[in-house]
């Protein structure tokens, strides 16, 4: 059971949007930055987001962060089949001292 | 070009020990804070082990607190895991990360660490 709360799966069609949510507390993500992971079958996580809202070089604009309070969330706009992964949320967590990840949520493409 | 890459996995006995290796190149490896976190078959990700730029100081899941010691050589860019009495529960791939304010910006391709017997 993960101190972090995301949804196990989502789905959407080609084309369409979908968010995946992030639940904490205000040790974790309510004082931290949160960022968010894409792991890809068969590979290595990839960071997405970071410090909340954050792209990398290289990260399309049809990701996006965003924080309220004690949860984050992860948009993508415009799905592709290659979108098709694992998300995870990640963030410090300043009572346990630990970096903490979600569970992580498994985007389905339909 | 950022680059880990690690090594050192392989079957291991219960009860035994391994240590793993992280090749850092690309970017100054003597600046940046490094993570462990590792993923059992099938599972999420689990934060393992950080440590300073120096090496003065490092932390550890509970879990695994008292048998893994994280570790760093500047000079050789290089990041250690010490695995010590290897448990069933261990099993995962154990991925080097670097550290960008408590967010893991960018990760190796891991090196799985299998325990049976």
């Known amino acids: 059971q993960s101190v972090l709360t995301q949804p196990p799966s989502v789905s959407a069609a080609p084309g369409q949007k979908v968010t995946i949510s992030c639940s904490g507390s205000?040790?974790?993500?309510?004082?931290?930055?949160v960022s968010w992971y894409q792991q890809l079958p068969g590979t290595a996580p990839k960071l997405l987001i970071y410090?909340?809202?954050e792209r990398p070089s290289g990260i399309p604009d049809r990701f996006s962060g965003s924080k309220s309070a004690t949860s984050a969330t992860l948009g993508i706009t415009g799905l592709q089949t290659g979108d098709e992964a694992d998300y995870y949320c990640?963030?410090?967590?300043?009572?346990?001292?630990?970096?903490?990840f979600g569970g992580g949520t498994k985007l389905t493409v339909l | 070009e950022v680059q880990l890459v690690e090594s050192g996995g392989g079957l291991v006995q219960p009860g035994g020990s391994l240590r793993l290796s992280c090749a850092a190149s690309?970017?100054?490896?003597?600046?940046?804070?490094m993570h462990w976190v590792r993923q059992a078959p099938g599972k999420g990700l689990v934060w393992v082990s950080r440590?300073?730029?120096?090496?003065?100081?490092?932390r550890y899941a509970d879990s695994v607190k008292g048998r893994f010691t994280i570790s760093r050589d500047n000079a050789k860019k290089t990041l250690y895991l010490q695995i010590y009495s290897l448990r069933a529960e261990d099993t995962a791939v154990y991925y080097c990360?670097?550290?960008?304010?408590?967010?893991?910006?960018?990760w190796g391709q891991g090196t799985l660490v299998t325990v049976s017997s």
């Open positions: 990360v670097r550290d960008l304010h408590a967010q893991a910006d960018y």
């Open positions: 690309g970017f100054t490896f003597s600046s940046y804070w």
């Open positions: 440590i300073n730029f120096d090496g003065s100081s490092t």
């Open positions: 205000t040790s974790n993500i309510g004082n931290n930055y």
């Open positions: 410090e909340n809202y």
């Open positions: 990640g963030t410090w967590d300043s009572s346990l001292n630990t970096v903490l």
